[in-house]
């Protein structure tokens, strides 16, 4: 069986840095470079104060104990490749923009090209591992690439070993995984290739949480978690409408089914809908997969996920305008939250910028306050949101704050579009002095104490609850 003592990972993003990190950080006998072609990611991963490139509680203490040990950051990918015995690919694969599976197939230029120059640059033996998310049998194409441009006595072994991980809870996720999935081809070089990085993670993943399976299935069950993962917010989300218009309460709703222990109480959260890179990109991409296989009703079952997301956007934007007497026209609006979810800086596909955007369309003023998000991140995502209007024309309508407080003040309504914990402890008795009067909160998230605002004066409309406000 090949032993993994160096290994190289290819992208150095959300999923590559703390993935490798902390392979680092548990196998001290193996040497971890993380490459990527960004010189500022790769800088922002080496720089001397620790001002890591992506936010992920319990990241910057696995990095200051491995970096410079046996954890290195480098732009030089050719030396990473030549180097490594196992080599991990953990690059982007968005949604195509353009082209034949626009909108819905996954993008796999990067992977192509981090595969080509593997087969372009090794000159020994490499296991090669898809850590990124990429549609079912991907790992045939990569396979021929390798071998048709592979150097005499080089031989390539892939294998597919899709991540898990969730972003905000990423290191508490990659320390004790409910399961680590790793598949091969079922030859006996497939097999041992898969050992060997069955090896890696059993330096502190236990045996009974490293499922080995075949290449395709592996690299389906990527794409069905999240679909599955997806579904169920689409589910509870479904029912939060039917609530709004009943006067059923959601969260008493989610309570009663979760019981059930086939249902299960997780992941029954209704909200303002799901964000993240990963989400609506991998049903995409299993939507793309169906249809190539003419199949056409499960490839509309799962559209209709996304479809349903979009609706609960719109429909939390249209329960703002129409509570606010059905206009919002230079009346100025706190948006707290701008991260996808709490306790990360990622903001892609974040349900915070549908909801600014279609405020800015009804010409409201918004103020915004999120505690992690960069502010030429937030004002990248609205430039990129609204691409028919100028940064300038943006900067008149929205104003970026520095506290939840001071995005209130002088606003006739609160949104809260990102479960932060520190919107739990919001001093709202301040909030509602320093607002116009009536004072409105929506909220999308299910996180203030409904009872306590109305109290204050507020007036609470919150998804999934219906009655009077
Ligand atoms: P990312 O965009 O944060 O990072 C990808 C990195 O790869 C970028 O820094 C880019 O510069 C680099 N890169 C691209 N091509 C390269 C090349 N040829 N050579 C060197 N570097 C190159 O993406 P993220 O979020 O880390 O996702 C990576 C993959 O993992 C995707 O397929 C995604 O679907 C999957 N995934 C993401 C999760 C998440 O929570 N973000 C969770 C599980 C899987």
Redesign the pocket.
């Known amino acids: 069986m090949p032993r993994v003592n160096k290994i190289c990972c290819?992208?150095?993003?959300?999923?590559?840095?703390p993935t490798c990190a902390v392979i680092a950080l548990k196998c001290p006998h193996i040497r971890v470079t993380i490459?990527?072609?960004?010189q500022a990611?790769i800088d922002a991963w080496n720089s001397p104060d620790f001002h890591l490139?992506?936010y992920e509680p319990g990241l910057e203490d696995v990095v200051r104990k491995a970096r410079g040990r046996n954890l290195f950051f480098s732009t030089d990918?050719d030396k990473g490749i030549q180097e490594a015995d196992l080599i991990f690919v953990?690059?982007?694969?968005?949604t195509k923009k353009s082209g034949v599976g626009a909108g819905s197939a996954?993008d796999l230029n990067?992977?192509e090209?981090?595969t080509r120059?593997i087969a372009a640059i090794a000159t020994s033996s490499k296991i090669v591992v898809e850590?990124?998310?990429?549609p079912c049998r991907t790992a045939e194409s990569m396979r021929i690439i390798l071998e048709a441009n592979s150097k005499p006595n080089t031989r390539f072994d892939i294998l597919s070993n899709?991540?898990?991980?969730?972003?905000g809870t990423?290191i508490k996720d990659l320390f004790a995984p409910d399961r680590v999935l790793i598949g091969s081809l079922q030859t006996s070089e497939g097999k041992e290739a898969c050992q060997a990085l069955c090896e890696v993670y059993r330096n502190w993943v236990p045996n009974d949480k490293i499922l080995t399976v075949g290449l395709w299935s592996s690299e389906l069950s990527?794409l069905a978690a999240?679909a599955m993962l997806a579904q169920r917010i689409s589910s509870i989300n479904a029912l939060s409408a039917i609530c709004e218009a009943t006067g059923a309460n959601i969260d008493e709703v989610a309570h009663s089914i979760g019981q059930d222990s086939r249902i299960g109480s997780k992941f029954l959260r209704a909200s303002v809908g799901f964000g993240?890179?990963?989400f609506q990109?991998?049903i995409l991409n299993l939507v793309y997969l169906s249809e190539s296989l003419n199949l056409k009703e499960v490839a509309e079952y799962w559209k209709q996920v996304v479809t349903m997301n979009e609706y609960q956007k719109r429909r939390f934007s249209k329960r703002v305008v129409d509570t606010l007497f059905n206009t919002i026209t230079g009346k100025r609006i706190a948006v707290l939250g701008f991260a996808f979810k709490a306790d990360t800086g990622?903001t892609?596909e974040s349900a915070a910028i549908t909801l600014i955007r279609d405020f800015q369309e009804e010409r409201a003023l918004v103020n915004i306050y999120d505690p992690q998000v960069e502010h030429s991140q937030i004002w990248s995502d609205l430039s990129e949101a609204s691409p028919s209007m100028s940064l300038e024309t943006i900067q008149r309508q929205v104003s970026i704050c520095s506290s939840a407080l001071e995005a209130c003040r002088n606003a006739e309504a609160v949104v809260i579009a990102t479960e932060w914990a520190e919107f739990k402890t919001i001093d709202w008795q301040s909030v509602y002095a320093g607002m116009n009067k009536p004072a409105f909160v929506f909220d999308g998230r299910l996180l203030v104490n409904v009872e306590e605002l109305r109290a204050i004066g507020f007036k609470v409309a919150v998804i999934g609850r219906g009655e009077r406000l």
């Open positions: 290819i992208g150095a993003g959300y999923v590559g840095g490459v990527d072609l960004n990611r490139p992506i990918v953990s690059v982007n694969t968005p996954a990067y992977v090209l981090a120059r850590k990124s998310t990429v899709p991540e898990f991980l969730a972003e990423a990527k999240n993240g890179s990963c990109k991998d990622d892609r």
